[in-house]
């Protein structure tokens, strides 16, 4: 069982330039986030979806898009990369958003724009 | 006032000690509360969670909700040089789908 899986791990682009980052879970759930954490810091919400078709934005999303075709895949759009855009990405699932449903995290994306 | 406060540490605890990790929380209709363990370079990896007042034990860690107080710990008893890493407490406001997360506490365990 994968749980999330995030790619790619790493990723070095340049101002300006545009990129995917992608995120599946195989476990079922309904919910899925995107997170960014920057060094020395907690993880900020970016964008949350609850199901399939579904997406909603959260404490940051400027600069950020997504879409939520599949009950598995959650992807991440970066337009227009920059650098305060550099930060580790963190993709999370859970079941439902109850209140006693944990956030089961990916191995995270690191990304460095230059 | 942020959503999560946290003491950022580092916190440092010799081996076999019990470690006191605090978290206060601004939202007062918040309903439970998380507490991961993260790894340096790696992703968080929940421990346990809490939304009832009072204790809930799960091993060597202890978490403790206070909601009057607006406070949540955790405990680690006989603490391990492999429990060394950041502490993150997050929040799920009442409603809210997502978690709202401390800034972490270090804990370094001294062999």
């Known amino acids: 069982n994968a749980g999330v899986t995030q790619t790619p791990k790493f990723r070095i682009l340049k101002i300006g330039q545009s990129m995917t980052l992608q995120c599946a879970q195989d476990m079922n759930h309904n919910y899925m986030y995107w997170y960014r954490q920057d060094p020395g810091m907690g993880l900020k919400l970016i964008y949350y979806?609850?199901?399939?078709?579904?997406?909603d934005k959260g404490e940051v999303p400027n600069g950020y898009n997504v879409s939520r075709s599949t009950t598995e895949d959650f992807p991440l759009r970066l337009e227009l990369a920059a650098p305060s855009q550099t930060s580790v990405y963190f993709c999370?699932?859970?079941?439902?958003?109850?209140?006693?449903?944990?956030?089961?995290f990916g191995d995270g994306t690191r990304l460095s724009i230059l | 006032q942020k959503e999560v406060e946290q003491n950022s540490g580092p916190l440092s605890v010799p081996e076999g000690a019990i470690a006191s990790l605090n978290c206060t929380y601004s939202?007062?209709?918040?309903?439970?509360f998380f507490w991961y363990r993260q790894y340096s370079g790696k992703s968080p990896e929940l421990i346990m969670f809490?939304?009832?007042?009072g204790d809930k034990e799960d091993g060597r860690f202890t978490a403790q909700l206070n909601k009057a107080s607006q406070y949540v710990s955790l405990l680690i008893r006989d603490s391990q040089p492999s429990d060394s890493a950041t502490y993150l407490c997050a929040v799920r406001r009442s409603g809210a789908n997502n978690l709202f997360f401390g800034t972490g506490t270090r804990l370094t365990v001294i062999p």
């Open positions: 979806s609850v199901g399939a078709g579904i997406t």
């Open positions: 939202d007062r209709g918040s309903q439970s």
């Open positions: 809490i939304y009832s007042n």
């Open positions: 999370a699932s859970s079941y439902e958003g109850g209140s006693n449903q944990p956030q089961h």
